[in-house]
């Protein structure tokens, strides 16, 4: 299972740190990534790193603004935003995927959480 938080409301150019715990599973035998879904919009992927967390791979419009770690001791996944755009504004999704290779397409994804609004307002 996977519980997201740390949605909210922020100005541009604002920051937010959203955390995803996962309960109940070996944390560190899957990829986790992070996508998200505006509205009138179709979900988009947003992030990923490995299981240890030494790689990550982002999409090119969070490119240098997001960050995605993890603490597998914590079992949890984060995603620091920063510079925040009105763009950015969508519901965040983490999810986990049990492959090595690199995905970005979220039918690739196992296992979901529940989301978290951001809205960024201009």
């Known amino acids: 299972q996977l519980q997201a938080s740390g949605g909210g409301l922020v100005q541009a150019g604002g920051s937010l740190r959203l955390s995803c715990a996962a309960s109940?599973?070996?944390?560190?035998?899957?990829?986790l990534g992070w996508f998200r879904q505006a509205p009138g919009k179709e979900r988009e992927f947003v992030a990923r790193?490995?299981?240890?967390?030494?790689?990550?791979y982002y999409a090119a419009s969070v490119k240098g603004r997001f960050t995605i770690s993890r603490d597998n001791v914590q079992n949890t996944v984060y995603l620091q935003m920063n510079s925040l755009k009105p763009e950015d504004t969508a519901i965040y999704y983490c999810?986990?995927?049990?492959?090595?290779?690199?995905?970005?397409?979220?039918?690739?994804?196992?296992?979901w959480g529940q989301g978290t609004q951001v809205t960024v307002s201009s």
């Open positions: 999810a986990a995927d049990r492959s090595y290779v690199t995905r970005t397409a979220e039918n690739h994804y196992d296992y």
């Open positions: 790193v490995t299981r240890s967390g030494g790689g990550t």
């Open positions: 109940g599973r070996s944390f560190s035998d899957y990829a």
